[in-house]
């Protein structure tokens, strides 16, 4: 069979990459998002390549091996408020755990009384309590009340309520009392999705696993429908291949698994986004990089280490906890839509508010007065009014100009221009200060970096952002527009599993740890088999979340089961104590340690993906001269004459030096003085700061 | 100076206090830091003029201020490069025994130039009672350990006679790890601080702070500029001394607003009480600003400035600013007080701006020794305190948030953690029904909770507010008062102990029942205005009850039956 398609259904675009796997070949498509039945984009999408390769869509799903996707269903489901009507079966006396989300009103809104909290995913009348408990041991204290649990069942059935969350009390420690109310619920109401909070994450924690497992119920049939409906529709046009979905991990699963566990897939989209990414940078020839996307209105970064997406343990949505693995993307209100204002004292602030794409920014013409980041970046020269999406919508300069003038240069009597670079300057500085969120502060430093750069905006700014960062070299991958879904692609088969086992460490023995996760590691294999990866290329990983006794956050440890399997206590050890004093600065070897959670992750290869790879340039830079426009220079601070290069022709093997622009249909590069760029067999701009 | 490079460096000031944050959440042990984020932190010029901070807890805030300036002063030319100090002491500036100033002077070239300082609550400060929140201390001495301006390290050499001497007078080892995090954190902003002099210069980074502060004296003026000129009055009742549970004591206030400057004078306010409710100094300095920037919509740097716009005067002997040497433990959580009475005074000139009353916190801690570890255990029971936050034009208050000091920003501790951490079993944690005071926009709910207590010779103290009538958290502009405060301890003899608002309660064995109920917030606005949509929403999740939806609001409901198609109707 000769295609592979990777499919990533954005907020407003659906980009798709299509790869001949006999030949390694691959085109990329871009549509608009249906954003009342994504799957009628993703059939556009797929008509568009069907298109051309001059052929129907019967004749290329049927050549179609393989179909990996990215969704937001759920995502937008949880974030709007839209999922299906749930109820929230807890311990009696801890209904209200999942609505008062630990009592925190919003760290950034300390001295703001009119901030209110989204509700909560189940209102408080289909928060029913039981009468039974376990305590911290699994010992059982209260047995379950079954003629109390039936009357809820009946209760629920009658509310037409079409999920179902159940999470009690220490359930990690002992899941019998779950498990006995979820066989009575699914009796009572079949046709409901029911979830058991140890069945998606056995973890200590009442509200962050009641949390979980109540928005994998929320999100759960319309996740079920949105695939079933994808499905149909496929195998409508002969498709009879493999659909995977990818995962918030950034690693992707088969459909079925998914459709039980919808909350793996709440942050499915972005999370694609590092796995490209690092794959452009190790193309490249580096093993990790920090990868950024700037779109309109959100500015993104994450890292990649040793190859791998950097994965966090938890995260929120809508003020939502979500404890399951997930890829560590930092998000900041920052994007080419970002609104520029002088406040009541006279200084200029950048965004967080954003003109987003309606009005969007001034030049757009579209209603923007507020000028923004993307109108400074025209009045300096960096954007093309005339080329901007290869010249299929023409921005308005002067507008630009007259806004920046009137709201930023005259209140703060300073030029234009001056004004201009300010806008671009402090939005630059609000992009480093996020990329340092996702480095200095996970203890990283960022200089041993490269940056990779996407989204349109991304490569005007990234030479300055770097700069502020002290990180040296930066690579614009030509593929950058539809990043996510060459991540689709490239990304590996991932099974992750995740199990509460609280004990001191000194009395933790290897043997009973692999007896813990042992039916997890069979689950993953058995799985990892059935997908088609054979046996010997199947990769287990062994996680292991320990804390110094005292402590109040876990640090993860990571190791190839190997590692336990050969009881090489004394190496876990010192993995533990490595990792603290990276993260925090020191260590207290010496001091009792004890677990909490250990994790497995099964993984292995979907696809053989390679980075397409461009032609050699037969001339040198200057035969892809277009012409030369006037720019300011961000490290000269003048105007100066750039010349400006045909990007999307350009071969292999050219040298640009800078101050120079190089445009491309979707990005335009902004090369300062001291920078510059060689273009690489990859495809990708690797861009040198030569300064200092 | 040019605006943009202004602009350019006040994001890099603030950028400083993130990191200097991020380091302490990240590396300190108690949970009050990393999960409470019971701390605050601020870089200050060479003079002790505070430039820029960041509140993880608002209170301690501007109250760190005069602890700073004493310790420049108080050093004066014996400051080098490498040294950190220590303080608390309430009559040098700071506000409660508690909380600890980690402060480090930051030199250029020689040069000093500046300073970081780091506030945090300290697990124990020693004292007769673990935790320090002593209800019998008649002095400071009888309260915890007195740092006065303390050098801990000098020339980046520890000065071990010195940590022995502090850290041998608090109970837990806990605190020299937290300390320990702290000077940490003044490193990263010490660091930070000297990578902007090398790019900038001292001189451009000083004449930057200059126009800093002139752009948020700007901003401070025009949000005062909006409020009438005129003289603003209210009065507000706290009780319980730890001595006399029914006495009274009133904080006044007179706020005059004049043009661009605004004035707080505590004149009036009760005298100053024989044990630990008194509030140093600092304690309503930071009330005040807390309320100030409640009441503006606008986003303004927290710097030194703002006091070129606006007095506050405490008469001294009086209950919030208290003479040597009296006790003043309980100070920080006059603060509900303080905020709240401004509140009042201003509602009527500034409707729209004001919060009705939040619930005053009443809050336990409780200390003992587990019987399975023999591990001592001491506990903030911060869950069972989380009262709700008042309401406000246009949005209703927040439930189950806990002190105003705080302003939401303090994490509750999970039930199963709960368990986990310490011998007791929790049976109930649930909002309080009817506890929300009644509104256009209603109060926050408050909280009930109830554990049992699986060890014996436990001993709790109780330092708080808001058991009677007149402490609820207060209604504003029609809106009734929200719930009130309790705590019952029921022995396993059947018999019930209704503690007071400051208590000392020992000896409690196993098998004792503690139940707690934090009220909810105030009201805002006349509850026949409130949304019928609203109320009917919460009549049926069980949030008011029908009395009380009737009472207030005149919504009733026919039919009680849980299903769907019940028939609601208005009057």
Known sequence: MGYVIGIDVGGTFTDLLLMDSSTGKQTINKTSTIVEDPSVGVMNGLKGFAEMLDMTVNELLSQTSLIVHGTTVTTNAVLTNNGSKTALVTTEGFRDVLQMRRGVRSRDNLFNNKYEAPPALVPRDLRVGVSERMDKGGGVMTAVDEKQVVAIAEKLKSEKVEAVAISFMHSYANDAHEQAVKSIIEKHLPEAFTTVSTEVVPILRLYDRTSTAVMNAYAGPILNQYITNLVDKLQDYDFNGNLLIMQSNGGVNNAGTVKKLPATTLLSGPAAGPVAGGKFAESSGYENAIVVDMGGTSFEASIVRDGKVS???????????????????????????????????????????????????????????????????????????GYFLGGSMRLDKEAARDAIEERIAEPTGITTEKAAFGIYSISNLNMASGIKDVTVENGYDPREFPLVVAGGAGPVHAAMIARELGIKEIIVPRFSSVLCAVGMLSSMLRHDYLRSHYSKWSEVDHKSLYSVIEDDVQEGKKLLSAEGVPENEQIVIVGLDLRYIGQHFEVTVEFDISLLLNAQRADVEELFHEEHRRLYGFDLRGNEMELMNIRVSCQGEHTKFSIQEIHDADKEASGYLKNTREMYDPVRHEFVEANVYDGEEMGAGCTVDGPAIIELVTTTIVVPDQYQVKTERNGNFLMTDKGE | MDQILVSVLSNRLKSICGQMGVTIEKSAHSPLLVEGRDFSLGLYA???????????????????????????????????????????????????????????????????????AIIAHQADVGGAVPGSYNPYATDLWQEGLRITPLKIIESSKKRQDVWDLVFGNVRLPVVADDVTAMIGGCAVGERELIAIYDKYGVETLN?????????????????????????????????????????????????????????????????????????????????????????????????????????????????????????????????????????????????????????????????????????????????????????TYGAN???????????????????????????????????????????QWRGGYGVETVFEVNADNTQLSIFGDGKYEASAGKGLLGGTDGGLNSIKIEYPDGTVYDSEVKDLVSDIPAGTVYTQIAGGGGGYGDPKERDKEAVMEELKTGLISAESAKEHYGVEIESTSCTSGEKMKMR
């Open chain 2, 207 to 391: 004449e930057a702070v200059a126009e800093i502060f002139k752009s948020t004296e700007e901003i401070a003026k025009k949000i005062i500029e909006d409020i009438p000129n005129g003289v603003y009055t209210s009065s507000i009742l706290t009780y319980d001394d730890g001595f006399d549970h029914d006495k009274e004591m009133n904080i006044d206030v007179t706020i005059t607003v004049e043009n661009e400057k605004m004035t707080f004078d505590f004149a009036g306010t009760h005298p100053q009480t024989k044990g630990y409710v008194n509030a140093p100094l600092p304690v309503t300095i930071s009330s005040v600003m807390i309320a100030f920037f409640m009441l503006s919509d606008q986003d303004l740097p927290h710097n030194d400035a703002i006091h070129n716009c606006i007095d506050i005067t405490v008469p001294e002997g009086t209950m919030l600013n208290p003479k040597f040497p009296a006790a003043s433990g309980f100070g920080n959580h006059l603060s509900d007080q303080i905020v709240t009475v401004v509140m009042m005074a201003l509602s009527e000139v500034l409707p729209e701006r004001v919060t009705a009353g939040w619930n005053p916190l009443l809050c336990g801690i409780i200390n003992g020794k587990d019987p399975d570890t023999e591990a001592p255990f001491v506990d903030i029971l911060l869950n069972g305190s989380k009262g709700g936050s008042g309401g």
């Open chain 2, 46 to 116: 060479a003079d002790g003029t505070l430039i820029e901070q960041t509140e993880y807890i608002p209170i301690l805030g501007y109250a760190t201020v005069p602890g700073v300036k004493a310790i420049v002063e108080y050093f004066k030319d014996d400051v080098k490069e490498g040294d950190v100090f220590l303080h608390n002491d309430t009559y040098t500036g700071g506000n409660q025994n508690s909380d600890w100033k980690v402060v480090k002077p930051v030199f250029y070239e020689g040069e000093l130039v500046a300073w970081t």
């Open chain 2, 397 to 439: 208050g927040f439930d189950h948030i806990g002190l105003i000091a705080s302003g939401g920003a303090l994490a509750a501790q999970d039930p199963e953690m709960f368990e986990i951490t310490m011998p007791l079993t929790l049976h109930k944690y649930e909002y309080a029904t009817d506890s929300a005071g009644a509104g």
């Open chain 1, 311 to 385: 994965i966090r343990k938890t995260g929120e949505i809508n003020k939502n906890s979500i404890s399951l693995p997930m890829a560590d993307i930092h998000t900041i209100g920052s994007g080419g839509g970002s609104i520029a204002r002088v406040n009541d004292g006279g200084l200029l602030k950048v965004g967080p508010e954003s003109a987003g794409a309606t009005p969007g920014p001034v030049s757009y013409g579209r209603g923007g007065v507020e000028p923004t980041t993307s109108d400074a970046d025209l009045v300096l020269g960096y954007l093309n009014d």
